[in-house]
């Protein structure tokens, strides 16, 4: 069982940037690939970023590529996602997602609650 909690949402003014962190508990923290998603209403759940368990792979969505960065830090079992160059579009609520390396977020994965980022114009 793994027990996610984002925290470091907020407001931004486009070009600023906001950094999200994902505290995990569970002693195989390391051992889960994690990733960020992202919700708009009325839209599905979209894929922003993944990271591996050792923290040595990772993969964006086309729409962050080269803005966000996903990087880990297992002694403190936490994720992160440094988002810079925010743009309007990027407002949404962030997910973090854990699930079994190899393993669906979808299908067997463990959520947060979810934190909203907004960006203003």
């Known amino acids: 069982q793994v027990q996610l909690v984002e925290s470091g949402g907020g407001t931004v003014q486009a070009g600023g940037s906001l950094r999200l962190s994902c505290a995990a508990s569970?002693?195989?923290?390391?051992?889960?690939?994690m990733a960020w998603f992202r919700h708009v209403p009325g839209k599905e759940r979209d894929f922003v970023a993944a990271?591996?368990?050792?923290?040595?792979?990772?993969h964006y969505s086309d729409s962050v590529k080269g803005r966000f960065t996903i990087s880990r830090d297992n002694a403190n079992n936490t994720v992160y996602l440094q988002m810079n160059s925010l743009k309007p579009e990027d407002t949404a609520v962030y997910y973090c997602a854990a699930t079994r390396e190899g393993g669906s977020y979808y299908r067997e994965g463990y959520w947060g609650q979810g934190t909203q980022v907004t960006v203003s114009s």
């Open positions: 990271i591996s368990g050792s923290g040595r792979s990772t």
């Open positions: 569970g002693r195989t923290f390391s051992g889960h690939a």
